[in-house]
């Protein structure tokens, strides 16, 4: 089986990385009763931790690592597509050497944290979705809804519309899986 190549923002990587995992996380609250022990309460399910170890290798992999590290720098959250786990929002937390590098290779880990928050800082608009081309009050161009046909992808619609993919995933939380969205649902494009 020939996977596809791990991507995070505008980064590829050129062969997916040896070792990885994901920690899901669950928040508890433990509550003392006096003279009758304690009692937990589930909080519910918290963000994902998505982690792994890879090596670059061969003329120019310390030159791949700096590429890598120059995404680490980048601010704020981006599609972490993996060819097994279910693509998601998040941010590059942590990125690490694991020995001295060479410019024929490098040994690497690094850590991504899922970003699942309803607020992404941006007011959201609260009237009804408005098709391509209309207007709203004042003028104003309204967000523009592609209904889906079947067989189209997110990446597809990216291409169409030139809109990059992490806007696509951002303009839409409801989607929580990039790689499955269905026909007659309403992705916003614009």
Do not use: C
Request: overall charge positive; cysteine-free; aromatic content about 14%.
């Amino acid at each position: 089986m020939i996977l596809s190549p791990m991507r995070y923002k505008s980064y590829t990587w050129p062969h997916n990385p040896r070792v990885y995992s994901i920690d899901y996380r669950r928040t508890m609250a433990v509550h003392k009763n006096p003279f009758q022990g304690y009692q937990l309460q589930d909080l519910g399910t918290s963000y994902r931790v998505m982690e792994g170890e890879g090596e670059f290798v061969g003329a120019g992999a310390y030159t791949e690592f700096q590429r890598l590290a120059s995404v680490f720098y980048s601010k704020g959250p981006g599609l972490l597509v993996h060819p097994l786990w279910q693509a998601a929002n998040t941010y590059f937390v942590a990125l690490r050497l694991e020995q001295a590098p060479r410019p024929d290779y490098v040994r690497y880990s690094f850590q991504f944290w899922e970003e699942n928050s309803q607020y992404g800082g941006l007011a959201a608009q609260t009237a009804g979705p408005v098709r391509s081309g209309e207007t709203g009050a004042g003028g104003r161009s309204q967000p523009v809804y592609h209904t889906v046909a079947r067989g189209e992808t997110l990446w597809a619609l990216s291409s169409r519309y030139g809109v990059k993919l992490e806007e696509l995933t951002a303009l839409n939380p409801q989607i929580k899986n990039p790689n499955l969205i269905q026909a007659g649902q309403e992705v916003r494009i614009g």
